[in-house]
Each structure stands twice: as C-alpha cells, then as structure tokens.
C-alpha cells in the first residue's frame, strides 16, 4: 500500500511563508519523481512544482517561479514545499503526487497524469 500524507496547510497572511510536507509509505521513495499540485475553488488542478528523483532537476510553473522551493529527502521519505511571499491567489489545495521514474535519475514530470499516487491533500489560505 503506497501512501502519501500531506500536512503543514493552514490560514497564513499575505506575505508570510508556509512549509507543506508529503511524507511517504509502502514506497522506495527514491525511485519516484515528486511533484506538488493546487486545486482552488472553480478552477483546474494545476502544477505547482516538480523534482526529479535524484533531487538535482526541479520544475516551477511560472505563477509561482522565485516565491516556492522544492526539495526532498530521500533518507526520511518526505517531499517539501517551501512557500515565501504568499499571494491570496495561492489559496487552495495542496496535493502531492509520486510518479514512477523508470529510466533516468533526472526525469521531471510536469503533468498530473504522469503520476500514479497521490495525497489527500492539505489546505492552504492565504489573507489579504
């Protein structure tokens, strides 16, 4: 059973940070490419950031480029997001997603459907 919790959402202030955590089960963590996604009332699941397995090739999406960090620790099976400068319009729903890396230590999934598992998700609100 692959399993992924997400956890670190919360109500933050415009301009303030938050750290999300996707902490992983059942999994060889270190095989899987990570990505993190949002999902805000109304509007599409989009992708927020990605990383490779090996951790060395990361992928932003331009609305968030500069405000957000990806990371993660292969040795405790989690994935980050750091978030800086938060906007209101980063309110939604954080998901986190494992995708099988079968080939190359570099590959960077940027699609949802590139993934095969995913988190319940953890809220994130952010005042004006």
């Known amino acids: 059973q692959v399993q992924l919790v997400e956890s670190g959402g919360g109500l933050v202030q415009a301009g303030g940070s938050l750290r999300l955590t996707c902490a992983a089960s059942?999994?060889?963590?270190?095989?899987?490419?990570m990505g993190w996604f949002r999902q805000a009332p109304g509007k599409e699941r989009e992708t927020v950031a990605a990383?490779?397995?090996?951790?060395?090739?990361?992928y932003y999406a331009d609305s968030v480029r500069d405000r957000v960090t990806i990371s993660r620790d292969n040795v405790k099976n989690t994935v980050y997001l750091q978030m800086y400068s938060l906007k209101p319009e980063d309110t939604a729903v954080y998901y986190c997603?494992?995708?099988?890396?079968?080939?190359?230590?570099?590959?960077?999934?940027?699609?949802?459907?590139?993934?095969?598992?995913w988190g319940q998700g953890t809220q994130v609100t952010v005042s004006s």
């Open positions: 997603a494992a995708g099988r890396s079968m080939y190359r230590s570099s590959d960077v999934y940027t699609r949802g459907q590139e993934y095969n598992y």
């Open positions: 059942g999994v060889t963590f270190s095989i899987y490419a």
């Open positions: 990383i490779s397995r090996s951790g060395d090739i990361k």
